[in-house]
């Protein structure tokens, strides 16, 4: 468990790290893009990530360590069926960007994909951790 | 389906949360377990199942079958004519 902790600790500090690049980036003028929003979020969650392991590591916030079958199960089959929900959509926004109905561009794809995929996530294991097992129809 | 589990764990005096320690799950599978919403995989079947010394077939109980399991009846014995 505490190897687990460590390396969110070590994922966190590269999240900020990789936040602070980001940063100098924008500010510096070397991305066209100047939304510094972006990396002061990417900051924040690092910053977040690091403080949460720390208050694991010190024993503060308890964390369960027991990750039965139930939950690996239910995770399993919520990212399967999250995955393949975002598919259809990038399926049918693809459809709809072919018949010219519909144009998007990059950006919107992936905020479209990100979004689909994170919300279907969430709410699927929300409904499986309610019935307590993945149901099937 | 139905199991049996919490008539063998309170006979043992065992708390939902001592079940889970034992058999290496959360206590949440184990409410779930008990009430029939679960349905664990044969290693975790038979760990509870060994835990509450019993067997799997007197724990967990599925629709298609009566709930009161009988011991099946001694086959006949048969006389066997020779010439």
Known sequence: MKKIIQNNLFIGSIVIILGLILF????????????????????????????????????????????????????????MKAYLFSFTVTCILGILNLSGIFIMNSRDVIMTLVFTMGLSAFLLSMYYNRHGDIIEG | MNTRIKEYRTRLTLTQDDLAKKVGVRRETIVFLEQGKYNPSLKLA???????????????????????????????SRVVLED
């Open chain 1, 24 to 79: 100098i980036l924008i500010v510096s003028g070397w991305i066209p893009e100047n939304n510094i929003l972006i990396s002061v979020c990417i900051i924040a969650a690092g910053i977040l990530f690091v403080v949460l392991s720390v208050l694991q590591l010190r024993g503060i916030i308890e964390i369960p360590e027991v990750s039965d079958e139930r939950i690996l199960k239910i995770r399993a089959h919520t990212f």
């Open chain 2, 46 to 76: 038979h760990d509870v199942a060994t835990t509450l010394n019993a067997t799997i077939d007197e724990l967990f109980i599925f629709d298609d079958e009566p709930e009161t399991a009988e011991l099946p009846e001694k086959p006949e």
